[in-house]
T-cell receptor
Framework: NAGVMQNPRHLVRRRGQEARLRCSPMKGHSHVYWYRQLPEEGLKFMVYLQKENIIDESGMPKERFSAEFPKEGPSILRIQQVVRGDSAAYFC?????????????FGSGTQLSVL | QQQVKQSPQSLIVQKGGIPIINCAYENTAFDYFPWYQQFPGKGPALLIAIRPDVSEKKEGRFTISFNKSAKQFSLHIMDSQPGDSATYFCAASNRFGSQGGSEKLVFGKGTKLTVNP
């Protein structure tokens, strides 16, 4: 039973390019969360999605960032026109239901570096 | 505004010691307090969690102490081992809220623990 799979593990982009981060939740999980971790900081919530729906995007920057979780396929976090300040580790977590607590599992993250 | 404050930022102990990591929160709506362990290059993994209706929870060598009136909670690691060397994060959420709860976790900034042999 594979865990939460994120790819790529490392992504290098130049300023102005687009970054696409993918997250495949654990089997049977239909709730996906994205968090961002800046150096020397804790994780900060970005967005919570269920299949085909954005439930809570209160942590998403107003511009350049978007997320989706289609009916088929992985969840995608998309960052347009990246800037150096976007460099961070991006973690995805999944759970089988809302309020799952102990059933919330994190992936190993995507380290985004913006040159 | 940082809603969960964690200290210390780093901690070094000898094998067998009892490191203690402290967290304080502000939002009284929080009703779920997990601790996560993170190794380099990995995502956080749930270690132990507590609800505010109990003052202490123990799982193996890990114990959470909770002080609701002070809005503080702490993690104690008994008989620490070099394999416990990792970054530890406290977190909080309004998991059991009246509208069905949320997994929107608010994390502390983390404590890098080093356990020397």
């Amino acid at each position: 039973n594979a865990g939460v799979m994120q790819n790529p593990r490392h992504l290098v982009r130049r300023r102005g390019q687009e970054a696409r981060l993918r997250c495949s939740p654990m089997k049977g999980h239909s709730h996906v969360y994205w968090y961002r971790q800046l150096p020397e900081e804790g994780l900060k919530f970005m967005v919570y999605l269920q299949k085909e729906n954005i439930i809570d995007e209160s942590g998403m920057p107003k511009e350049r960032f978007s997320a989706e979780f289609p009916k088929e396929g992985p969840s995608i976090l998309r960052i347009q026109q990246v800037v150096r300040g976007d460099s961070a580790a991006y973690f995805c977590a999944s759970s089988p239901q809302k309020g799952a607590g102990e059933k919330l599992f994190f992936g190993s993250g995507t380290q985004l570096s913006v040159l | 505004q940082q809603q969960v404050k964690q200290s210390p930022q780093s901690l070094i102990v000898q094998k067998g010691g009892i490191p203690i990591i402290n967290c304080a929160y502000e939002n009284t709506a929080f009703d779920y307090f997990p601790w996560y362990q993170q190794f380099p290059g990995k995502g956080p993994a749930l270690l132990i969690a507590i609800r505010p209706d109990v003052s202490e929870k123990k799982e193996g060598r890990f114990t959470i102490s909770f002080n609701k009136s002070a809005k503080q909670f702490s993690l104690h690691i008994m008989d620490s081992q070099p394999g416990d060397s990792a970054t530890y994060f406290c977190a909080a959420s309004n998991r059991f809220g009246s509208q069905g709860g949320s997994e929107k976790l608010v994390f502390g900034k983390g404590t890098k623990l080093t356990v020397n042999p």
